[in-house]
T-cell receptor, first 110, second 116 residues
Framework: RKEVEQDPGPFNVPEGATVAFNCTYS??????FFWYRQDCRKEPKLLMS???SGNEDGRFTAQLNRASQYISLLIRDSKLSDSATYLCVVNLNSGYALNFGKGTSLLVTP | NAGVMQNPRHLVRRRGQEARLRCSPM?????VYWYRQLPEEGLKFMVY????????ESGMPKERFSAEFPKEGPSILRIQQVVRGDSAAYFCASTGGFGLAYNEQFFGPGTRLTVL
């Protein structure tokens, strides 16, 4: 079983749509959780951290369910510029290495 | 540009040659991480270094790969006797200190290694 699993997509959605990505992780001792964004052939960039209480940043909302070992990202009012690969990232108990999922591809169309 | 710098951005090597990838962390950062992204795969942790110390190399292949972060100069990831399976994007990230919870890892643009 992979340590971080994501639906690879692709998700093709029209502008203005709401889209949700899910992610599961296998190590219950994981401590920190993130969503990164990676544009084609470029470096990953932090989109947002994910907290147990849930957190929101503009059009983006992230949720963490520790009991189910499940993380989600909701994007409202999708923009063309949201087209990218979204990476679910977990910090294992060791504290140093980031553990990346393979990513979910999003394409927002006019 | 005070961001993480990596060079070269693209590197082509023939099988059996050596590849040297360099990473200069963000100004003020003293912790460097190397990750590898194989085609169609997620990023995989390789090694975590501080100045003159390897902290965690649990993700490094046992042979042909080595990393260093000298007191002066950039961090170097060295791959000896490259094989086609080493073709990948190699990303470097840096943070300012211990404890991931409060230290975002900032990534460099990556080095794309192609082995012919």
């Amino acid at each position: 079983r992979k340590e971080v699993e994501q639906d690879p997509g692709p998700f093709n959605v029209p502008e203005g749509a709401t889209v949700a990505f899910n992610c599961t992780y296998s190590n219950s001792a994981s401590q920190s959780f993130f969503w990164y964004r990676q544009d084609c052939r470029k470096e990953p960039k932090l989109l947002m951290s994910v907290y147990s209480s849930g957190n929101e940043d503009g059009r983006f909302t992230a949720q963490l369910n520790r009991a189910s070992q499940y993380i989600s990202l909701l994007i409202r009012d999708s923009k063309l510029s949201d087209s990218a690969t979204y990476l679910c990232v977990v910090n294992l108990n060791s504290g140093y290495a980031l553990n990346f999922g393979k990513g979910t591809s999003l394409l927002v169309t006019p | 540009n005070a961001g993480v710098m990596q060079n070269p951005r693209h590197l082509v090597r023939r099988r059996g040659q050596e590849a040297r990838l360099r990473c200069s962390p963000m100004k003020g950062h003293s912790h460097v991480y190397w990750y590898r992204q194989l085609p169609e795969e997620g990023l995989k942790f390789m090694v975590y270094l501080q100045k003159e110390n390897i902290i965690d190399e649990s993700g490094m292949p046992k042979e042909r790969f080595s990393a260093e972060f000298p007191k002066e100069g950039p961090s170097i990831l060295r791959i000896q006797q490259v094989v086609r399976g080493d073709s990948a994007a190699y990303f470097c990230a840096s943070t300012g200190g211990f404890g991931l919870a409060y230290n975002e890892q900032f990534f460099g643009p990556g080095t794309r290694l192609t082995v012919l």
